[in-house]
C-alpha cells in the first residue's frame, strides 16, 4: 500500500487569469499572476493511497463520495500524470494500481476564495508525491484541472505566463519570488456572502471571450504592462506600485465582465462599500496602503503590509461595525490587536455615515505563505483499510 498526504494554499490574483484560448487546455489569453496565501488559515488537504488490493477508483470531496471519472477535468489530471509515469519511472507498476483519493478544504467552497485553485493544486501534488514524481512541471498539470490551481503550485509571488504552443507545453507557471522575499506581505480576506456565486468562473469567461471587445484590448495592452509593473514592485518591495496595480487589476476584470453580453456581476453594493472605504482611507494615508481585488464573487481580499493591519481592521471595524467584534471568530487566523481610534481620528478620516452594520460575516487575517507541503502519514486522511476518517453522515 502506498500512500501520500499533502496540503496547498489558495491564491489570490493581483494580475487577472480571465479568458481562455483553448477550453480543453486551459490556456489563457494572458499572463496572470498571484501570492500564494499561507496554508496555516486556509488550505486544501489531500490523501491518496494507491494499492493492489482495491477494486476501483474512489474520491471523497469533504466527507462526500464523488464520481472521478465524471470529471474530464480530474481525469485530464490522472491521465498527463500517469503518462509522465509511464516515460519516467523504472517501476510503473503503481501506475495500475487504483487509488483512493479524499479531499478536504478548510474554506467555503465556491464563495470567489479560489477553492479550486487549492484543490486542484493539492491533489496533483499528492499523486505526484505519491508516484515519485513531485520534480516534474507539475504547473502544467493542475492548470488543467483549474486555470489559476497552476499558480498554487508555488509559494511566494506566482506568474503563469500564457505561452504560444497550440499544446500549452509552454503555459507554465513560474515563482517571481519566494514568500520569504517579502514576509511582511499580509492579506484580509473580507467574507460578506458564503453563498455559492452566480456565473463560475469558466462559463463567466468562456461569455467574455466570446463577446467582450475590451477583453482583447486588456489581453493585447494592458496585461503585458501591467505584469511587468508588477514584477518591478514585488522584487523591489515596493508596495504603492504593487497595491494600485492590484486596485486597477481588480477593476479592470470587472469591467471586463460588465462588458461581456449578458453582464456577469459579481461585486455588490457591499464590495463597493469595501472599495470606496480603502480609496478613502489610502487618500489619507497619502499612499496606498492597502489594496483590494475582488474574484469572481462578492468578498474582498486586501493586500497590505503587516504594520498596516491593526491601524486597518480599527478603522474597517469602526466604519462597517460587527456585533461579533471583537472576538476570535470575527478576525479568524493571525491574531491582532486593533488600536483604539479617538473621535478626532474619525472625524478627520473623513466618512461621515457608517454603512450598515454586519457588513462581513468573518474576516480572515493571513499572509502569503510557502507552497505545497507532504505531511505525515499519521495526518492522513485515510484509514489503514483505505476508506476516509471521517465521513459525512
Ligand atoms: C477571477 O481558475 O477558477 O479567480 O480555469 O475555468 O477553472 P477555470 O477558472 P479559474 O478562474 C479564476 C479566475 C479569477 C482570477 C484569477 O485567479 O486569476
Known amino acids: ?18 479568458g481562455k484560448r483553448d477550453e480543453e487546455l486551459i490556456l489563457p489569453v494572458n499572463d496572470s499572476l498571484s501570492g500564494t496565501l499561507s496554508t496555516d488559515e486556509l488550505c486544501a488537504k489531500t490523501s491518496i493511497t494507491a494499492d493492489t488490493t482495491f477494486t476501483e477508483d474512489k474520491m471523497w470531496l469533504n466527507g462526500e463520495e464523488v464520481t472521478i471519472w465524471d470529471n474530464a477535468r480530474l481525469k485530464n489530471c490522472i491521465e498527463y500524470l500517469r503518462g509522465i509515469g509511464e516515460k519516467k519511472l523504472t517501476d510503473k507498476s503503481v501506475l495500475n494500481y487504483k487509488l483512493h483519493i479524499c479531499s478536504e478544504n478548510n474554506f467555503p467552497t465556491a464563495a470567489g476564495l479560489a477553492s479550486s485553485a487549492a484543490g ?31 499558480r498554487s503550485i508555488y509559494g511566494g509571488f506566482v506568474q503563469w505566463k500564457k505561452g504560444e504552443l497550440a499544446d500549452g507545453s509552454d503555459s507554465i507557471a513560474v515563482q517571481i519570488a519566494p514568500a520569504s522575499h517579502w514576509p511582511e506581505m499580509h492579506v484580509l480576506i ?18 467574455a ?31 504603492a506600485t504593487f497595491g494600485e496595480i492590484t486596485i486597477r487589476e481588480s477593476n479592470q ?30 487618500e489619507n494615508a497619502g499612499e496606498v496602503k492597502a489594496a483590494y481585488t475582488f474574484d469572481a464573487g462578492a468578498n474582498a481580499c486586501v493586500y497590505l503590509l ?23 471568530e470575527y478576525v479568524r487566523g493571525i491574531p491582532v490587536q486593533p488600536n483604539p481610534l479617538s473621535n478626532s481620528d474619525l472625524q478627520s478620516f473623513g466618512l461621515s455615515a457608517t454603512i450598515s452594520k454586519n457588513t462581513f460575516k468573518y474576516i480572515i487575517h493571513t499572509k502569503v505563505g510557502e507552497g505545497p507541503q507532504r505531511l505525515d502519514n499519521n495526518e492522513s486522511l485515510l484509514g489503514a483499510d483505505g476508506t476516509p476518517k471521517n465521513l459525512k453522515s
Open 120 to 150: 486542484y493544486a493539492c491533489f496533483v501534488y499528492t499523486l505526484a508525491t505519491l508516484y515519485g514524481l513531485e520534480n516534474q512541471e507539475l504547473t502544467a498539470i493542475a492548470r488543467l484541472g483549474s486555470g489559476s490551481a497552476c
Open 209 to 239: 471571450v466570446e463577446n467582450s471587445e475590451l477583453l482583447r484590448f486588456r489581453a493585447s495592452h494592458c496585461v503585458p504592462k501591467h505584469t511587468e509593473q508588477m514584477k518591478q514592485a514585488i522584487l523591489n518591495k515596493d508596495f
Open 253 to 282: 476584470f470587472h469591467a471586463i465582465c460588465l462588458d461581456t453580453y449578458p453582464p456577469c456581476v459579481y461585486m455588490n453594493d457591499r464590495s463597493h462599500s469595501v472599495s470606496h472605504f480603502i480609496h478613502k482611507y489610502n
Open 190 to 207: 473580507l467574507v460578506v456572502s458564503d453563498a455559492r456565486k452566480k456565473v463560475g468562473s469558466t462559463v463567466g469567461m468562456r461569455l
Open 1 to 18: 500500500m502506498l500512500t501520500a498526504t499533502c496540503k496547498a494554499a489558495p491564491n489570490i490574483a493581483v494580475i487577472k487569469y480571465w
Open 306 to 328: 503587516e504594520n498596516e493591519v491593526a491601524k486597518f481592521i480599527s478603522y474597517l471595524n469602526a466604519y462597517f461595525p460587527n456585533d461579533e467584534s471583537p472576538s476570535d
